[in-house]
């Protein structure tokens, strides 16, 4: 039992645990992943608001520049008088002091006036440069994002032009020359007379084609130049279309990835999209979150975009190892649960176990077995009564033990008395009866001398013979002869015939009868008569001083047994005594009153009937006398 109880036990916990193990296993996983997904991609765009920071910073440095260099009396006064030589210095100045590759000036109709970078070309229109037109249409400071043609950027010097030629592979070229078109931070400010005449504008730029600084820039603000396992962690890269024009990102030869385009399927989905997009895509080699954001133009068209990632392995990593650590705390969870879960079972199985093997050697008549409660729960409570149950076996078995010995004995003593009660009777009736013959014949032929001595023996023959007659009837103890009878009915005859005794002694006695109504048993009518007159003469011998009698039949509950109890008031029986009143011959009354064989009659009666007949009493207070007889 206690095997297959821990065994169904255990296999219920660990069914539980490992259930409760397998859903947070399956939670965990989902919920890591789009965490450190979530994680890499507010990362990854946070990472572009930096960059987007880094580019408008250079573009505000532009147009304050531009803007300072319109605002000058030199520029102002070198405008009407066409004497560029004073100013040429002074913008050339100017324009490397504030990092930008092109400063030039245009009169008001959009004519270039001068080229700080490549003085020698002047006198073409600049109006084709948007950042121009709009900075005199609007008669105020412009700023943008323009991409020009090669072209354009050529009459800026030969020096900028070689240096921000991308030649792509493929081809598709754009231009002549075999070059991209080029992308620049653009500012243009115009120049107003005292009198608020707009006299011409001076415009500025930085190339971004090329422009290495200023993705490592960003890149080392985001990522201060990091490696993880030999790669970058972090690229920045600035796109005109689908070309990468500035980046960090690396060729397999070390080189930068400058020329390259953004594949197909990720340039088409950011600009479908026309904002921000967070993904995986692979960089040259790697796979890396990255984040595109488009560059917007003065009209507001897309032109190209800025984009910032992070090298995905490390996010993947990072996943691995928190997966890692969380299903190794998963494990050791479930192992101690099961542990746990072991020690619980023994601690329900053990105290069950002990209290079936208790109750094995309870069954095998053992009582003396004591189980010690473990607990103050249901269980140590069964274990606090099962040792109650099993003290209070034992008392009872005891008490059991006690009352059948006890019968025995008496059962026994009676018999070997009877029989040998039996034989001195016999042996003494035969010649009795011919003592009380002769006597008798004597006493009528005898004179009035011998008369009154014959008398006394004939009387106290017939005394002996009557106490002969007693003793055979005890001896005999003849089988009743049972008939349906009402014990009821019995009694009221016993108590009747009894009336003279009651008449005869001069003390009060109060007799009260509770007879309750009884189903018809099979008895031997004249024996119980026998029986309760006897036990109507003993309470009444046992009251001289007069008292109550009380007689009272009922049903027990079980339905199937009387109860007759017979009481008195009287003198009580000493404690020593109440072993012996049974036996025959046992008598406290004066000689020639009692015999002492009523009650030793009776009780071979009760017997014969499969009743039980029983005693208690207390010195001075009164004996009751209960008799039980099974209904038949
Ligand atoms: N109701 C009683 N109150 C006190 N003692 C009693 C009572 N009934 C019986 N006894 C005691 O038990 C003894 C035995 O009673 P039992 O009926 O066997 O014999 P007896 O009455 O003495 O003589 P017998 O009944 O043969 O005439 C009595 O002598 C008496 O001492
Ligand atoms: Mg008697």
Request: neutral net charge; proline residues 3%; contains cysteine.
């Amino acid at each position: 039992m206690k095997t297959t109880l821990k065994r169904q036990l255990l296999v219920r916990f660990v069914a539980v645990i490992l259930t409760t193990g397998v859903v947070s296993c399956v939670i965990g996983t989902v919920l890591i992943n789009k965490w450190t997904m979530g994680q890499a991609e507010d990362r990854v765009g946070n990472s572009l608001n930096a960059a987007r920071e880094v580019i408008n910073h250079r573009l505000e440095n532009i147009e304050s520049t531009v803007r300072f260099a319109s605002s000058t009396a030199l520029v102002r006064d070198a405008l009407p008088d066409k004497d560029r030589s004073r100013v040429r210095g002074y913008l050339e100045d100017l324009r490397k002091k504030g990092g930008l590759d092109t400063l030039d000036l245009a009169d008001e109709k959009g004519t270039v006036l001068l080229r700080s970078s490549n003085p020698g070309v002047a006198g073409d229109i600049a109006l084709n440069d948007e950042t121009v037109q709009k900075a005199l249409s609007s008669r105020a400071t412009a700023s943008s994002i323009e991409v020009v043609p090669y072209g354009l950027i050529r009459k800026e010097g030969e020096t900028l032009a070689s240096q921000c030629a991308i030649h792509r592979d493929g081809p598709a070229k754009e231009e002549q020359s075999g070059a991209t078109p080029v992308m620049v931070l653009m500012s243009a400010s115009p120049v107003f007379q005292k009198n608020g005449i707009m006299i011409g504008v001076v415009y500025g730029g930085e190339v971004l084609n090329r422009n290495n600084e200023i993705v490592d820039r960003i890149r080392d603000i985001l990522y201060r130049n990091e490696k993880y396992r030999g790669k970058d962690l972090g690229v920045a890269t600035i796109f005109l279309n689908n070309v990468r024009i500035a980046t960090n990102s690396r060729n397999e030869d070390g080189t930068r990835a400058i020329g390259t385009t953004l594949s197909k399927e990720v340039f088409e989905k950011v600009l479908r999209r026309g904002g921000r997009w967070v993904g995986k895509a692979q960089v040259v080699h790697d796979w890396y979150i990255m984040s595109y954001e488009p560059i917007r133009n003065v009209h507001n068209d897309i032109v190209g975009f800025l984009s910032v990632g992070m090298l995905e392995r490390m996010f993947a990593d990072m996943r691995k190892e928190t997966l890692t650590i969380f299903f190794g705390i998963t494990l050791l969870g479930v192992v101690l649960s099961i542990f746990i879960a072991s020690l619980l079972s023994d601690t329900i199985v053990k105290p069950i176990d002990s209290l079936v093997q208790a109750s094995h050697r309870i069954s095998q008549g053992d009582f003396s077995v004591i189980v010690t409660p473990r607990s103050k729960n249901e269980i140590g409570e069964l274990e606090a009564t099962f040792n109650l149950m099993a003290s209070s076996l034992e008392a009872r078995n005891l008490e059991i033990k006690r009352l059948t010995e006890r019968h025995m004995a008496r059962s026994e003593k009676l018999a070997s008395i009877g029989r040998l009660a039996a034989g001195i009777a016999h042996e003494i009736n035969n010649p009795l009866t011919s003592v009380l013959t002769f006597s008798s014949l004597l006493l009528r032929k005898a004179d009035e001398s011998q008369r009154e001595k014959l008398d006394i023996i004939v009387k106290e023959t017939t005394r002996c013979g009557e106490i002969v007659r007693e003793l055979l009837n005890f001896a005999r103890q003849s089988e009743p002869k049972k008939e349906a009878c009402n014990i009821n009915k019995i009694i009221v005859s016993a108590l009747s015939l009894t009336k003279n005794q009651l008449k005869v002694s001069d003390s009060r006695i109060n007799t009260a009868v509770e007879l309750q109504e009884l189903p018809p048993s099979m008895a031997d009518r004249d024996q119980l008569l026998e029986v309760f007159i006897n036990m109507v003469i003993n309470a009444l011998d046992a009251m001289p001083q007069g008292g109550d009698l009380t007689t009272k039949t009922r049903l027990l509950e079980d339905g199937k047994t009387i109860e007759i109890t017979v009481s008195d008031t009287g003198q009580g029986i000493p404690e020593e005594d109440l072993e012996k009143i049974f036996e025959p011959f046992f008598t406290t009354k004066e000689a020639g009153k009692g015999t002492g064989l009523g009650l030793a009659v009776s009780y071979g009666i009760i017997e014969a009937h499969k009743g039980s007949i029983d005693v208690k009493s207390e010195v001075g207070k009164g004996t009751t006398f209960i008799i039980t007889l099974p209904v038949e």
